[in-house]
């Protein structure tokens, strides 16, 4: 792979604009993501499984969205390697023309009334294709903004591409929704197509977005000193093992406790509740419009007060709510149902998500750094939210009851918690310096 574009006058450098570039950019790629995991949730199950029992070609769409998470942290792996080896805004590019090709040919993809079986099959290869993409984009976003960001200030900008996943999941909600006012027929035949085909035009807008932005700071200083990284996935996995560890569970909550709040909750509201899937989307879409801010004041706190207590309250907030959760899922009150998921994302998974970035990248040196965050975050959902709404859908099946799923998610959390508070504050250390571990590598000493 080769470096796209050098420096020239229209790229731009201050933190503040990188962070806007890689945020927008990281929304366009989310966009594609959970627009497939809203599909699976509503549609997928009549238009590619069709002869299934409805709870069964429910699991069947789940899982083809599942598999998606397999690929993630191949995605990681690869993009890692490259990004700790000639830059990190290079797999920003890549990455973004590979979640936007397979979305749009979702789009365009014959269901299973035409071609039969060979349709699950070729969506099953796309969602592989998606999920090899998103795993290689969230390590360079999150390392554009924190890289380019001033100590004390780290937690507050790595915010910033963060803020593309509720933006991105507010966008798809809504779009789809859009499109899910037409008539039925019309909307299994052609409607729901469209909003995968939109994802032509958000590509061309993130290409543009990405393609002036200037490597980062960190990465120019190991490329002027010649020190990167012969092996980055083989060196993080030498001189970091325990963080690579800490990384993946710290993940592991925040993950599944989102694919729980966000995709299987539709499921939950429409099958289990029976009330209307325009319930539903809105509520999300109004929860992840509000996460949107609360995940910039969460970054901004983590400067404060350090990562760990920021991190650690969300998934504490989120044991704790897990039962009233249900309880006012279950009352089946419009306000009452959008009240539990707005307070599940906009304090749980916020005050989770906001710091992880920042957190997540402080774990590791500037030559393994790619890498290093990237295995840790793309691993953990394979355990994680790749299989939440899969394995929710089927405890609710089999038990008839929330109650297995609460102590799933709260078993979860804990994980989280641990893990968190195991790891080493981070806020306040200079991610420039050579790391004593990997001053092996980089000198011989």
């Avoid at 798809?172 to 006012?181: D, N």
């Avoid at 807008?205 to 990465?219: Q, W």
């Avoid at 190991?222 to 020190?227: A, Q, R």
């Avoid at 806020?427 to 590598?441: L, N, Q, W």
Wanted: charged content about 15%; proline content about 5%; overall charge negative.
């Amino acid at each position: 792979m080769e470096r796209l574009g050098g420096e020239h006058e229209g790229q731009v450098s201050s933190v503040r604009q990188v962070a806007i570039a890689s945020s927008i950019g990281t929304a366009l790629e989310w966009y594609d993501y959970f627009l497939y995991g809203t599909a699976a949730a509503l549609i997928f199950n009549q238009l590619f499984f069709p002869e299934a029992d409805p709870l069964v070609g429910t699991l069947l769409a789940f899982a083809t969205y599942g598999v998606g998470f397999v690929t993630r942290p191949v995605g990681g792996l690869v993009f890692g390697h490259f990004g700790d080896k000639i830059g990190r805004k290079t797999m920003l590019v890549i990455t973004l023309i590979i979640m936007g090709a397979a979305t749009s040919i979702i789009g365009l993809m014959p269901t299973y009334e035409t071609i039969g079986i060979w349709a699950p099959i070729l969506l099953v290869v796309l969602r592989l294709v998606q999920g090899f993409g998103v795993g290689g984009e969230w390590g360079g976003a999150v390392l554009m903004a924190v890289e380019y960001a001033p100590t004390g200030q780290r937690g507050f900008y790595g915010s910033w591409p963060q803020m593309g996943v509720p933006a991105g999941l507010v966008l798809s909600t809504v779009v789809f929704a859009l499109f899910e006012q037409l008539p039925e027929e019309q909307f299994l035949a052609w409607g729901w197509r469209v909003p995968f085909l939109l994802s032509i035009i958000l590509v061309a807008v993130g290409l543009y977005i990405r393609l002036r932005l200037m490597e980062s700071p960190a990465f120019r200083e190991v490329e002027e000193t010649h020190t990167e990284a012969p092996m980055p996935i083989l060196d993080v996995l030498r001189t970091y093992p325990k963080n690579v560890l800490l990384a993946m569970g710290a993940r592991v909550g925040d993950n599944m406790l989102f694919y729980i709040f966000t995709v299987f909750v539709l499921t939950y509201v429409v099958e289990e509740l029976g009330l209307s899937e325009s319930l539903a989307l809105i509520g999300v879409s109004i929860a992840a419009f509000l996460e949107f801010f609360a995940i910039p004041f969460f970054g901004w706190l983590s400067d404060r007060i350090g990562r760990r207590p920021v991190y650690m309250g969300g998934a504490l907030f989120c044991i704790l709510f897990t039962f009233p959760y249900f309880w006012l899922m279950n009352t089946e009150v419009r306000i009452l149902v959008w009240l539990a998921i707005v307070l599940s994302l906009v304090i749980g998974h916020a005050a989770m998500y906001a710091p992880q970035a920042s957190f997540l990248s402080e774990l590791f040196g500037t030559r393994v750094r790619y890498s290093g965050a990237s295995i840790g975050y793309q691993l953990a959902p394979i355990v994680g939210g790749g299989i939440a709404p899969f394995i929710a859908v089927a405890l609710l099946g089999s038990t008839g009851s929330y109650w297995p799923i609460a102590l799933y998610m709260i078993g979860m959390a804990l994980i989280t918690v641990i893990s968190v508070y195991l790891a080493s504050e981070t806020s306040f250390a200079d991610i420039t310096e050579v790391d004593e571990r990997e001053r092996v590598f980089v000198t011989g000493e």
